[in-house]
């Protein structure tokens, strides 16, 4: 129970790598928001089933107004709020090509929900954390970012600024107790990337290779990494990136 009595966000739960840190929150103790632009009531209805304490809050993160009432919301049911976990992102959706042939349109999509979503939820938190002069933000990042994976440019810049974000927040946050790190996930087995047949197809085994323990890795790999920044074991930590890939950064 290495969160109780902590009340956590966390952004696009409703799937993926979101809903297995959502779930081993709660099971860790800590009261847990699933935040999704889709439905997040299952998510929520597998935490209560399992014994723990969640809501669900339907929101676009790329909306300041929907962003500010969730926010708002939160703190008018829970009293504070402890951790924010930004996982929110356009990712299994995307389609591999040259950046050349890359439409507007998806450019600055990915742009709102992977960069200013994270940066919206982040400012609408601080003031509740400053005010308690205690809280931990942890941005999921990816892998791409650090090897510079071609033919996503959209996304890998977007995960590029988030790493970088998430530093120089760091400098501005420390002073009022509040840490920011980032985890950068590999390839992983989602529900969204197995949904992605060509996408699948063309990392699943390259990834696998190269890796320093070559498996598949799966959402529970990553939410031990996503319990230690939100505890209290890792106050000391802030402004950090750490891949969760299986050593192939």
Known sequence: MQLSGKVAIVTGAST???RAIAGRYAAEGAAVVVADINDPEPAV????EAGGVAV????DVASEDQVTAMVAEVISRFGQIDVLVNNAAVS??????????IDLHEWRKVMDVNVLGVFLCIRAVTPSMRARRSGSIINIGSGTAIKALPR??????????????TRSLARELGVDNIT???IAPGYFLTEGNLGNP???????DIAVQNRSIPRDAYPDDLTGAAVFFAGDQSRFITGQ????DGGSV
Do not use: C, W
């Open 16 to 18: 993926g790598l979101g």
């Open 45 to 48: 209805a597998e935490i209560l």
């Open 56 to 59: 669900g809050q339907r929101v």
């Open 92 to 101: 299994a959706s995307l389609k591999q090509q040259p950046f050349e042939d």
């Open 152 to 165: 996503l440019t959209h996304y890998v810049a977007s995960k590029a600024a988030v790493h970088v974000m």
């Open 180 to 182: 920011i790190n980032a």
């Open 198 to 204: 060509e996408f699948l197809a063309l990392q699943r």
């Open 241 to 244: 990136i750490l891949p969760v």
